[in-house]
């Protein structure tokens, strides 16, 4: 079973919960998260101009990742579920979805070419993967 463990270091993330985002910690962002490869300049890709106008989001919570919440509970869900993954998303959010993926009874799961945000850089494979799951999830629940 995965297990999230504290081999991450979320300490500067956590740090992070107040005071501006500058452009370094975003770039630093992306590349934590996969959404840029190790050595590329982030704020050369196309999408730098729109990552930047957010960049405050990153202040986030602590809560995010001091979670303690029971899982199991999880497991009383029986809505269906579709977790989406990116092949070059960090390894710590592939253990958050593999972990989920273990407690919730209908779930599907998808890893997608791309990094932490597969359902903006492979956009139409996600379109096409989230409409199959909800035309088989309505199915499901309509029977």
Not at 26 to 45: D, Y
């Amino acid at each position: 079973m995965p297990s999230l463990n504290s081999q991450v270091d979320y300490k500067g993330v956590i740090s992070w919960t107040s005071g501006n985002i500058s452009d370094e910690m975003l770039q630093q962002f992306m590349q934590i998260v996969g959404l840029t490869r190790p050595g590329q300049n982030a704020r050369e890709m196309p999408q730098w101009t729109l990552w930047k106008s957010y960049r405050q989001s990153l202040r986030n919570s602590p809560a995010v990742v001091a979670q303690n919440d029971d899982r199991e509970r999880l497991r009383s869900l029986d809505s269906p579920a579709l977790l989406v993954k990116g092949t070059g998303s960090a390894k710590f959010l592939h253990q958050i979805i593999d972990t989920l993926a273990v407690y919730l009874p209908n779930v599907q799961v998808i890893e997608l070419p791309a990094g932490h945000a597969p359902h903006i850089v492979s956009m139409d494979l996600f379109l096409e993967k989230l409409t199959s799951f909800q035309q088989t999830a309505l199915r499901t629940i309509r029977k």
